[in-house]
């Protein structure tokens, strides 16, 4: 059974970091696209960014709010994804999916890890 | 970035009756290989989302099979061919064709009458 596990969610203040991490199972990880959605309050979905294989040349992209800020990583030794978030915005306050992408888009969504930025 | 429009964005159903749910894209999403990455995803209240469809028109495992997508180009419909009370939620259209970024539609909240 495919699982994905977020973890390191919490409350940060604005201008803090804060790193989310993704246990992967039930599939082979390494060769896995990889990818971050949110879900702000009140809001939709927004894809946050993706990381390829290791094979596949392991790019990686974001969308464009979160450039510079957000890095994206994996250890395909411990099947983990990670999202380390830094300079951190109320307006990323939400709901942070860690998905394994399979046929053209998320096909195993995690539990969410909930993000508050608040002073 | 491709703009993903649904509607509608409230959608009441009776029991049984038949729901569809419309996604257009501010540009074709056919790729250069002919292919059209467009998903369908249901989230249930207090859950994360689920992909239903993928690739316009395929259903993923385990997926009822009143669930039905269909579209091409620009204009997608995601079809319930009888509504149970296990549909409420919001559905979301995604696009990954034209990506970084992929992009979703705004979601439409389906309820029952």
């Known amino acids: 059974e495919v699982q994905l596990v977020e973890s390191g969610g919490g409350l940060v203040k604005p201008g803090g970091s804060l790193r989310l991490s993704c246990a992967a199972s039930?599939?082979?990880?390494?060769?896995?696209?990889m990818s971050w959605v949110r879900q702000t309050p009140g809001q939709g979905l927004e894809w946050v960014g993706r990381?390829?294989?290791?094979?596949?040349?392991?790019?990686?992209d974001y969308t464009a709010p979160v450039k510079g800020r957000f890095t994206i990583s994996r250890d395909d030794s411990k099947n983990t994804l990670f999202l380390q978030m830094n300079s951190l915005q109320t307006e990323d306050t939400g709901v942070y999916y860690c998905?394994?992408?399979?046929?053209?888009?998320?096909?195993?969504w995690g539990q969410g890890a909930l993000v508050t930025v608040s002073s | 970035d491709v703009v993903m429009t649904q509607s509608p964005l409230s959608l009441p159903v009776t029991l049984g009756q038949p729901a569809s749910i419309s996604c257009r894209s501010s540009?074709?999403?056919?790729?250069?290989?002919?292919?059209?990455?467009l998903n369908w995803f249901h989230q249930r209240p207090g859950q994360s989302p689920r992909r239903l469809i993928y690739?316009?028109?395929k259903r993923d495992s385990g997926v009822p099979d009143r669930f039905s997508g269909s579209g091409s180009g620009t204009d997608f419909t995601l079809k319930i061919s009888r509504v149970e009370a296990e549909d409420v939620g919001v559905y979301y259209c995604?696009?990954?064709?034209?990506?970084?970024?992929?992009?979703f539609g705004q979601g439409t909240k389906l309820e029952i009458k």
């Open positions: 998905t394994w992408l399979w046929s053209g888009g998320p096909h195993h």
């Open positions: 039930g599939f082979t990880f390494s060769n896995a696209w």
């Open positions: 990381i390829k294989s290791t094979s596949d040349g392991g790019t990686i």
């Open positions: 540009q074709s999403l056919v790729n250069s290989d002919g292919d059209t990455y």
């Open positions: 690739q316009v028109s």
């Open positions: 995604m696009q990954n064709t034209h990506w970084p970024p992929s992009t």
